[in-house]
C-alpha cells in the first residue's frame, strides 16, 4: 500500500460514482421543459414499496442498501438508505440517509434531506425547502465545522430523489433526455440516451429490461464530465431500477437490485 493514499482515492470514487447513483436511485431525472415529453402520469409510483439492492466495487461487496416508498393523499415520501459492507467498510465506516417529499401528480419537490456519516471522511447533512410560489429553495447544510443556510432560485432544478421517480412514470424512452438536478451542494446535468430493450439478470430474478445509457456533467465551476454509466430498468409500468453500472475513478461499480417488497394486489 506503500504511495496509495486510500482516503484520496476514495474521495475521487464518492465524488464519481455516488453522485451518479444519487441521481439515479436516491435520488436523480426530470424531463427537460424544451423537450417534447411532459409530466406523465403517476402510474410507476406505488402506495408502498420496497426496494432493496446490493452495491458491489470491482466484483466484491461493498455496501448495502433500500429505497422505500410510502405513498399518501397528494403526497409521496421516499426514504433512500445505504451502509458500507465487505471490501468498503473494511477502509471506512459509510451511512447514508435521503428523504424526499414531492407531488406525485405535478412532480414538484417539496423537500429532501440528505446526511452522511463517515469513520473517515467529515459527516455532512443537507435540507432543502422548495417554495413554489417565490421559486427559492432554502438551503442549510453543514459538513464537520462548516455550516451555511442561505435561499436561492431552483427554475428548472430538482433533488435527486425525486427526478428519479419522474424517470419512472415516463412512458416513451426511445428518445434522449436530460435533466438539471440540484443536491444543495453543486448543480449537475444528467444525460440519458436509449440503450434498446433486453432481458436483464440481478439476483432477484430475470427480467425484460430497458437499458439507459447515463453521462453526468458538473454545472458548477468548472462544466466536466462526472462519471458515465448503463441503467436498466423494468419494462413494464413499474419501472424499477433493476441496476447501474458504471466505471468511476476506482474501477466498476454496481448497485444490483436484490428484492422487491409490495402488496400482493399490485
Known amino acids: 500500500m506503500s504511495g496509495f493514499d486510500v482516503t484520496r482515492h476514495y474521495r475521487n470514487f464518492r465524488r464519481s460514482f455516488l453522485k451518479l447513483a444519487a441521481a439515479v436511485f436516491t435520488a436523480a431525472l426530470v424531463l427537460s421543459p424544451s423537450l417534447v415529453v411532459g409530466v406523465a402520469p403517476a402510474q410507476a409510483i406505488q402506495p408502498s414499496e420496497i426496494l432493496r439492492y446490493e452495491v458491489t466495487w470491482n466484483g466484491r461487496k461493498a455496501g448495502h442498501g433500500d429505497v422505500t416508498t410510502f405513498g399518501g393523499s397528494g403526497k409521496v415520501k421516499v426514504v433512500v438508505q445505504a451502509v458500507s459492507d465487505g471490501v468498503l467498510k473494511a477502509i471506512m465506516e459509510l451511512?447514508?440517509?435521503?428523504?424526499?417529499?414531492?407531488?406525485?401528480?405535478?412532480?414538484?419537490?417539496?423537500?429532501?434531506?440528505?446526511?452522511?456519516?463517515?469513520?473517515?471522511?467529515k459527516s455532512e447533512w443537507?435540507?432543502?425547502?422548495?417554495?413554489?410560489?417565490?421559486?427559492?429553495?432554502?438551503?442549510?447544510?453543514?459538513?464537520?465545522?462548516?455550516?451555511?443556510s442561505h435561499s436561492e432560485k431552483f427554475e428548472a432544478s430538482y433533488d435527486p430523489v425525486t427526478a428519479a421517480y419522474l424517470l419512472r412514470s415516463q412512458e416513451d424512452f426511445s428518445k434522449p433526455m436530460f435533466v438539471d438536478i440540484y443536491d444543495g451542494k453543486a448543480r449537475a446535468r444528467l444525460f440519458v440516451t436509449p440503450g434498446g430493450s433486453e432481458?436483464?439478470?440481478?439476483?432477484?430474478?430475470?427480467?425484460?429490461?430497458?437499458?439507459?445509457?447515463?453521462?453526468?456533467?458538473?454545472?458548477?465551476g468548472e462544466k466536466k464530465e462526472i462519471a458515465t454509466?448503463?441503467?436498466?430498468?423494468?419494462?413494464?409500468?413499474?419501472?424499477?431500477?433493476?441496476?447501474?453500472t458504471s466505471s468511476p475513478v476506482v474501477g466498476t461499480v454496481k448497485f444490483e437490485l436484490v428484492q422487491v417488497q409490495r402488496p400482493k394486489s399490485l
Request: glycine share 4%.
Open 95 to 121: 451511512w447514508s440517509r435521503a428523504q424526499a417529499s414531492f407531488n406525485p401528480k405535478t412532480f414538484r419537490p417539496r423537500r429532501y434531506r440528505f446526511q452522511l456519516k463517515s469513520s473517515l471522511l
Open 126 to 148: 443537507v435540507d432543502l425547502t422548495f417554495n413554489h410560489k417565490t421559486g427559492l429553495v432554502k438551503v442549510n447544510k453543514q459538513k464537520g465545522d462548516e455550516r451555511d
Open 199 to 220: 432481458t436483464v439478470k440481478v439476483k432477484c430474478g430475470f427480467y425484460p429490461a430497458i437499458r439507459l445509457n447515463l453521462r453526468l456533467v458538473r454545472l458548477t
Open 229 to 244: 454509466g448503463c441503467l436498466w430498468i423494468s419494462n413494464d409500468r413499474h419501472h424499477i431500477p433493476l441496476l447501474l
